[in-house]
């Protein structure tokens, strides 16, 4: 199994909602990543998890929060998001944090928020 | 901090013409990687290149990666309409943490 899967594919929310993103994957890998894409951007990193434990925060602000339950599962929190948050939210997952990996991501969910 | 710059942002070609998208770090990279992201899509890991003047090939496709480390270069020769997309390039830079930095992409339309 060679896949990163996430759910849902597609969330409106409003800006008082409470809702979870989701991503698994079952390669083994034991680093796993959270992306924020807007339209004809680049992915941008939102966090780094490696091992199961929180490596990399890139000043990301507390209405995303990030929780990684076990190697194969990574959850992303949303609470009182913003409209300006709307974007594609990629999961990805690597061998290691080594960097000499390649990454791959999952389809991602379509996020807009009203 | 540590950027990657991509050049050209958009390229428009007819079948069978070559393509060429460029990257430019500011620092040396300890790797450099790229990706294919198909419209309405996700990344898509494509290659890997660590080694000063490394040249590899896939099919219609040549990586190369500078002497300095600092630049690499994308060539597809005779595209075709599956090569519509954009192209990443992903830098790392060892020294700040292991962090991909994105090149913006360059987006390749290709007409029949």
């Known amino acids: 199994d060679t896949e990163v899967t996430q759910t849902p594919k597609h969330l409106v929310m409003g800006m008082t909602n409470k809702k979870s993103l989701k991503c698994e994957q079952h390669?083994?890998?034991?680093?796993m990543y959270w992306y924020k894409q807007k339209a004809k951007k680049p992915p941008e990193l939102m966090f780094v998890?490696?091992?199961?434990?929180?490596?990399i925060n890139e000043s990301v602000p507390s209405r995303f929060s990030p929780e990684c339950p076990n190697s194969s599962l990574l959850n992303l929190h949303l609470h009182a998001l913003q409209p300006e948050d709307s974007a594609l939210y990629l999961c990805?997952?690597?061998?290691?944090?080594?960097?000499?990996?390649?990454?791959?991501f999952g389809p991602g969910t379509r996020l807009t928020v009203l | 901090g540590q950027q990657v710059m991509q050049i050209p942002q958009y390229q428009h070609v007819q079948e069978g013409e070559d393509f060429t998208t460029y990257c430019n770090s500011s620092?040396?990279?300890?790797?450099i990687q790229w990706y294919k992201q198909r419209p309405g899509g996700h990344p898509v890991f494509l290659i890997q290149?660590?080694?000063?003047?490394e040249v590899k090939k896939q099919k219609r496709l040549t990586f190369q990666f500078g002497e300095a480390k600092k630049n690499s270069s994308l060539h597809i020769t005779a595209t075709q309409t599956t090569d519509v997309g954009t192209y990443f390039c992903?830098?790392?830079?060892?020294?700040?943490?292991?962090?991909?930095?994105f090149g913006k992409g360059t987006s390749l339309l290709v007409t029949p």
């Open positions: 990805a997952s690597s061998h290691s944090l080594a960097g000499e990996n390649e990454q791959f």
């Open positions: 390669m083994g890998h034991r680093a």
């Open positions: 998890y490696s091992y199961e434990k929180l490596s």
């Open positions: 620092t040396t990279l300890s790797n």
């Open positions: 290149l660590v080694k000063s003047g």
């Open positions: 992903a830098g790392l830079n060892s020294n700040s943490g292991y962090a991909l930095n």
